[in-house]
């Protein structure tokens, strides 16, 4: 009998291209004996069966990452609670939470309103004073630092608590975040700090002129801001 490799070899065939013969045929004889042959190909009427579901489930899960507010991610320090178009007074990313503390003024027809607001942009989770309330107002006091440091605190109450927004400066630092304190209290249950290069404040003279005509608190006035148990 003879062999074909042979007789390929004896008409002076290219060897390179015998090569490939035998590589293409053992190829289809793999093929042929595996029943997964050409499913990942196409389907029955020649649609192709490749799987997108990972690209799908990505980009579902991006989605759903940004709509959850997934603490990992850290706002950008542009990031504000304020309401367009009020101006911002003082914002920051808090480092813990990750969620957004920002004081700001309205300005409604020459009436300015200050007020804090709390949460994931743009949806607060807690509001003071609520929009139209008169009786609810924040208080604002200057802070003094040995040397060239100095800051300012925003507070207020409500059910119970006293929420104390804070920025300080010094030479080359700021600082600032939340003192969370209970009514009566002498020191904060808690300080949520402003991660590092969040903080924006205004240098508005409108706002902060504006600003410096809030009530002041005596108690922070008289002792600084409290310290945290």
Not at 12 to 32: D, E, H, P, T, W
Not at 208 to 225: P, V, W
């Amino acid at each position: 009998m003879s062999n074909p490799l042979l007789e390929l070899i004896s008409r002076g065939a290219n060897v390179r291209n015998i090569m490939k013969s035998l590589q293409c045929i053992s190829l289809l004889v793999l093929c042929i004996s595996s029943p997964s042959c050409g499913a990942a190909d196409s389907g029955p009427n020649g649609q192709s069966l490749e799987p997108k579901a990972s690209q799908s489930s990505s980009s579902k899960v991006s989605a759903n990452a940004s709509a959850s507010h997934d603490p990992k991610i850290t706002p950008l320090p542009e990031a504000t609670m304020c309401s367009k178009p009020d101006k911002v007074v003082f914002s920051c990313s808090l480092d813990k939470t990750k969620k957004v503390v920002s004081v700001c003024m309205a300005d409604r027809a020459g009436q300015k309103r200050f007020y804090y607001s709390f949460g994931y942009p743009p949806v607060p989770e807690l509001t003071y004073p609520a929009s139209g309330d008169e009786n609810e107002v924040l208080h604002r006091s200057h802070l003094s630092y040995a040397g060239a440091t100095g800051g300012t605190a925003y507070s207020f109450t409500k059910d119970g608590y006293k929420y104390i927004t804070y920025l300080i400066s010094g030479t080359s630092f700021d600082t600032g975040g939340v003192l969370v304190q209970r009514s009566g209290d002498t020191r904060a249950l808690s300080d949520l700090r402003c991660s590092k290069g969040s903080i924006t404040e205004s240098d508005d003279d409108t706002v902060f002129n504006a600003s410096t005509k809030l009530d002041r608190d005596e108690d922070i006035d008289s002792h600084g801001l409290p310290s945290v148990n």
